[in-house]
């Protein structure tokens, strides 16, 4: 599975911004219904953060308590492709944010490049 992230940016406190991961990598006729793909940011120097994340064939979401209410994750089935809408931004959202994959049952295991989001006036 590879996963190539885009979207980063900067931005001034209160505003919005929208992440795109596009997912592939999969045999012919095979889909992401058993994996769940999400999204995970780091500041230098700190542990990775969870942000939130997408079962791919049900849509359920889940997010991190920090983000809550202000980020929405969706996807496009066809496309393969997850989003990160991420409103009313702030500072402490300044971070490199990774999407991310695992089949169901499984660990985190498919990493995407980071794309850097700065928050700042």
């Known amino acids: 599975v590879q996963l190539q992230a885009s979207g980063g940016g900067l931005v001034q406190p209160g505003a919005s911004l929208r992440l795109s991961c596009a997912a592939s990598?999969?045999?012919?006729?095979?889909?992401?219904?058993?994996?769940?793909l999400g999204w995970f940011r780091q500041v230098s120097g700190k542990e990775r953060e969870f942000v939130g994340a997408v079962t791919w064939s049900t849509g359920h979401t889940n997010y991190a308590d920090s983000v809550k209410d202000r980020f929405t994750i969706s996807r496009e089935k066809y496309k393969n492709t997850l989003y990160l809408q991420m409103n009313s931004l702030k500072p402490e959202d300044t971070a490199n944010y990774y999407c991310?994959?695992?089949?169901?049952?499984?660990?985190?295991?498919?990493w995407g490049q980071g794309t850097l989001v700065t928050v700042s006036s």
């Open positions: 990598g999969l045999a012919p006729g095979r889909t992401f219904s058993n994996y769940v």
């Open positions: 991310a994959a695992h089949f169901r049952g499984q660990p985190w295991s498919y």
